[in-house]
């Protein structure tokens, strides 16, 4: 079990701690998170970490200048890609976004082949092709948009990697910053004021560790912390560690016996035993999976195969969706209809949308797909997957379902739809040190071949092998460790809802309006496609009864704060100000309130979990009065 540690990580500083490749980073109090959103220097100068979609890793930021330097014109940026056909995509993108905002610009690309010079280096990946899209420094905010909604640029991994290949740097380079020079938001005129917490008391057995942001580990320590006993597969096995990745989410592993071969990919073998998917779908095979850099990336590649083999029509984003999806849909190809709230009688809006666009033009394809997460984040909500694929089949479009806050050990939702995309960075990880994503074909779907065929012919692997050894590493017991991160779950969410508006509570003055989880929550559409052993996820959010309740609750949890979910280990967010601080007003129109806070429960000790919430707790309801 995670011990439960007392108090946050500093402002700014890797989450997990001492993690070089770490997905999270901590951002301790409300104060924070907006000053985060806002530019605020004294949140900016802390920031040695990031969520690796909206933050460049100084690893990649000091690749990055490299490429700069050798390749780009007086006032160039660049944003690094893996391969030239993504490499053409980020172009095009940028091209088009910054024509339609007037604002034309240019954008160029190099090839560059990394070669190794003296030192001997691994046979599995000994040279490194890169792509370099080079633009105006003007252009960035169009590049980081692309960066931000495919998640398709370089890992930090492969960026370490192709820094050990490139020869020693001049004496007169320039060092990096401790921090990233692009910052993720321009600075607003907006600012909240809240008092930093009280010290907090101790709720597990085992101090808090004090990290210096500052704190360097050697690549030798850091190694060590990542791999954790040397239980990951040499990288020279990155092809053996992707194809037990396909075969787990495939469902079609007889035993998992990776404890019985610690050093040996043996779920990669090519004689491991396999059997029929319980994925509760007839022959589905590790062939049907493919392999992304990260959960978005996933995503986008589902919608491009929507448009590369359906007729041009808008899609549907139904039910309130993490915000990039929704981002993909609206920027790439027709546009999207967007139904954010996801409720039954949303379906019937969907109908008749669908019969306006066929009176309208009745050759047409109304609707080409229809994406949805199964629950939503944050709301919790599942959408009626038998109702919307009984659509789907009567209008001929497309079902794109997002398993990941539901995932495959508790759900299942691959029966109903044509795609299933899924973050691996979350739970199936659970580590927070490396991304990948998922799509799973459905081979019962009326257009499969019609997929299949188009994933046959345009898939390209840029999953760097490292990632993928790290993730597969990762992903061994993942099975066990969501039952007791269900569990915690459960029992968190029954003590604050008891205590909650919405759960009928007798106090005089309650802090929490509503508990959204998939067991209160549209609970009917949920259970219709959880397992007889699943449970309703490590994921939820809370609304209270003012904003005051909101920031006092958020400060005084004594668990780690910051962006993802999904971790071995507790971890919290005010969702609306980090998501959708630019548009709060548009996201309160769809239940998604300014004072949400989202929590991803994680392995900790049951009891003290409960304590760390009951303690956070009275400090909103003390708010309240």
Known sequence: MTTLHSASYPLGSALPPFTQHAISVS????????????????????????????FIHLSIEKLARKCEQKFGAPNEKCLLCPSKKIADRCRSFMLDRASLASTPTHARLVQYHIYPEDTPLPSAQPTVELHIVLFPADAWPFAKQFWQH???????????????????????????????????????????????PQQLPSFGSTPPLSPNPQDVLSKDQSTYLEERYGRNLPLSAGSYAKRAMRRRIAGVLVRDNWEDCPQGPCAGANDVEVGPSQRGVKD????????????????????????????????????????????????????????????????????TIIKQELSANPSALPIAALFAEFPSNPLLRSANLSLLRALAD??????????????????????????VVSSLSKIFSGDANAMGGSLILNPQGRHYATLKAYMSATYEDTYFDEDAVFMERNSRNFIRRIRVIDENTLAVCEYLRSRSISGGTTLPSPAIKEVFYPKYITPENYLSCKLPEGGYGG??????????????????????????????????????????????GWAAEYGVEEGLVRISVGMEEREGLLEGFKFALRAAEAAAI
């Open 27 to 54: 951002l301790p109090t409300w104060a924070d998170n907006v000053g985060y959103e806002e530019g605020e220097k004294r949140v900016a100068d802390a920031m040695v970490s990031g969520y690796p979609r909206f």
């Open 150 to 196: 495919t998640g398709l640029g370089i890992s930090s991994r492969l960026a370490v990697y192709c820094i050990s290949l490139l020869s020693a740097e001049s004496p007169n380079s320039p060092a990096p910053s401790p921090m990233s020079t692009r910052a993720p938001f321009k600075a607003l005129n907006r600012h909240y004021s809240v008092k930093r």
């Open 284 to 351: 589905v095979t590790e062939d049907d999976v493919y392999l992304f850099s990260a959960g978005m990336a996933a995503i986008w590649n589902a919608h491009q195969l929507v448009l590369g083999t359906r007729p041009p029509a808008k899609s549907v984003c139904f039910g309130f969706p993490y915000t990039d999806t929704l981002k993909i849909l609206q920027k790439w190809g027709p546009g999207c209809h967007f139904l954010g709230h996801g409720l039954d009688c949303d379906i019937d809006t969907l109908e």
């Open 394 to 419: 009567k209008y001929d479009f497309l079902l794109v379902i997002d398993e990941t806050v539901g995932n495959l050990v508790n759900v299942d939702v691959l029966q109903h739809a044509d795609v």
């Open 539 to 584: 994921l939820f959010s809370l609304t209270f009864t003012s904003l005051a309740a909101s920031q006092a609750f958020f400060d005084n949890m004594p668990f780690q704060k910051g962006p993802s979910l999904g971790t071995n280990f507790t971890l919290a967010c005010p969702y609306t100000i980090l998501a959708h601080y630019l548009e709060l």
